[in-house]
T-cell receptor, first 118, second 109 residues
Framework: DAGVIQSPRHEVTEMGQEVTLRCKPISGHNSLFWYRQTMMRGLELLIY????????DSGMPEDRFSAKMPNASFSTLKIQPSEPRDSAVYFC????????????????FGPGTRLTVT | GIQVEQSPPDLILQEGANSTLRCNFSDSVNNLQWFHQNPWGQLINLFYIPSGTKQNGRLSATTVATERYSLLYISSSQTTDSGVYFC???????????FGKGTMLLVSP
């Protein structure tokens, strides 16, 4: 398997521009997670989907951030308008966990997208 | 929410040395994972270990869920082991990973 695929790997944009990050989960995984890593806050969850449905978006910092999962093999995280404080590494992860299952399963992370907003 | 504390925060080793990294968590968990973030930023799965002991080559891990801690052992360390080691847990009754701040390991030749 190719693992979790993210694109682009690096993105440099100017403040005010729209940024779209993309993720393809591991085939057969039904849960998808978006995380952000910064020096100040470490790794933190932004949002996660189960069976393409957003379950918990309490980590999304503000209305400028939105995420979609139109099908089981694709998700996007959009920032509009972007700000310098959004500069971070954004990771996507997937797992086979289900909401109804009492157990949690192993999450696998993509290589991340390094976003720089100037 | 659940608290995850890792120790030590930094560690410098000579190549060939052994080390133990610790992860304490404040509540019951149903998922615990150890990751290695290499110098290129990739998060590599080391262990999925909500309880018990596992071994993979020079690395092994033990989680004692009843006492709320996990240990990661690195034996005969190599320079390629350098990077940040993260412990992450899923609090029972919840669904998402909470990460510790990590242990930064530098193995010198």
């Amino acid at each position: 398997d190719a693992g979790v695929i993210q694109s682009p790997r690096h993105e440099v944009t100017e403040m005010g521009q729209e940024v779209t990050l993309r993720c393809k989960p591991i085939s057969g995984h039904n849960s998808l997670f978006w995380y952000r890593q910064t020096m100040m806050r470490g790794l933190e969850l932004l949002i996660y989907f189960n069976n393409n449905v957003p379950i918990d978006d309490s980590g999304m910092p503000e209305d400028r951030f939105s995420a979609k999962m139109p099908n089981a093999s694709f998700s996007t995280l959009k920032i509009q308008p972007s700000e310098p404080r959004d500069s971070a590494v954004y990771f996507c992860a997937s797992s086979t966990r289900t909401v109804l299952s009492p157990q949690s399963y192993e999450q696998y992370f993509g290589p991340g997208t390094r976003l720089t907003v100037t | 929410g659940i608290q995850v504390e890792q120790s030590p925060p930094d560690l410098i080793l000579q190549e060939g040395a052994n080390s133990t990294l610790r992860c304490n968590f404040s509540d019951s968990v149903n998922n615990l994972q150890w990751f290695h973030q290499n110098p290129w930023g990739q998060l590599i799965n080391l262990f999925y270990i909500p309880s018990g002991t596992k071994q993979n080559g020079r690395l092994s891990a033990t989680t004692v869920a009843t006492e709320r801690y996990s240990l990661l052992y690195i034996s005969s360390s190599q320079t390629t082991d350098s990077g940040v080691y993260f412990c992450a847990v899923v609090n029972s009754g919840y669904s998402t990973l909470t990460f510790g701040k990590g242990t930064m390991l530098l193995v010198s030749p």
